[in-house]
């Protein structure tokens, strides 16, 4: 059964640098086996209902702005699935296919790191964003039949996120930060993630996740975890004060 994994993308430029994250992407693709097709959620495609991506070649989408050009030219060429896109959309129920989309940053700039010959085919699935945690939860469970199929289900946001807390020029994160992730992993670590689900009920929670989209990668993932799995953390840190990057294997 392949694995199941959340990772904290944090900037764009991440793409584009080296630093300890990205060697921690390249060690998590290093520790699993190599997947025949890569299922995403990231932060980066919210909708109402559910959609997942049918397209064949699906398109870089370079969804910032206010970055060097290097970073708006680099175009991550990966197939995308139309079978598996339609294999998810019967065990999901009520899944809409959907044509407009393509691979956002919250999915390239991790797997440019992870898989540089872009030579797996990757296809995106939307966050609801109206669901509840529970309900995405739930929706993680009906995905992970796909791990018996070779589907590398892959999460892709930020436990903790806030965009107008940032400090450029701070390494780690702030205490508050460092607590809400502290506390997340813990949970995840013991596999109480019931707590997880009820994130809101954390004392940083306000601060940690004044949005959900960033979260909410995570909720379809521990859908999608066995409770035979392995638990593995990488690059468990938080950087600019208010980014965790943490991440998890569940293999």
Not at 57 to 70: Q, S, V
Not at 75 to 86: D, I
Not at 150 to 178: C, P, Q, T
Request: charged share 20%; hydrophobic share 40%.
């Amino acid at each position: 059964m392949m694995p199941v994994i959340f990772v904290g993308h944090g900037s764009p430029m991440n793409a584009i640098e080296e630093n300890e994250y990205t060697q921690g992407w390249r060690d998590i693709a290093a520790s699993i086996p190599k997947p025949d097709v890569i299922l995403s959620v990231s932060a980066h495609w919210e909708t109402r209902g559910t959609k997942v991506c049918v397209l064949e070649n699906p398109e870089t989408i370079h969804d910032f702005y206010g970055f060097p050009k290097e970073l708006f030219d680099m175009e991550y060429p990966a197939k995308g699935s139309p079978l598996f896109a339609a294999k998810t959309i019967n065990l999901l129920g009520d899944g809409a296919a959907d044509k407009t989309w393509g691979l956002d940053h919250g999915t390239w700039s991790v797997l440019s790191a992870m898989y540089p010959a872009a030579d797996i085919p990757v296809f995106q699935l939307s966050i609801d964003g109206q669901a509840s945690p529970v309900e995405l939860f739930e929706i993680g469970k009906k995905l992970k039949p796909l791990r018996e199929e070779g589907v590398l289900i892959f999460g892709s946001g930020n436990v903790v996120h806030n965009l107008g807390m940032v400090d450029f020029y701070r390494k780690g994160g702030y205490d508050w930060a460092e607590s809400f992730d502290a506390e997340i992993k813990d949970a995840i670590l013991k596999r109480g993630f019931e707590n997880v689900l009820q994130y809101r009920n954390l004392g940083s929670a306000r601060s940690a996740v004044p949005t959900a989209e960033h979260f909410n990668p995570l909720l379809y993932v521990l859908g999608a975890a066995d409770s035979a799995d392995k638990i593995t953390v990488y690059n468990n840190s938080c950087t600019l004060g208010s980014l965790s990057m943490t991440s998890y294997v569940f293999s």
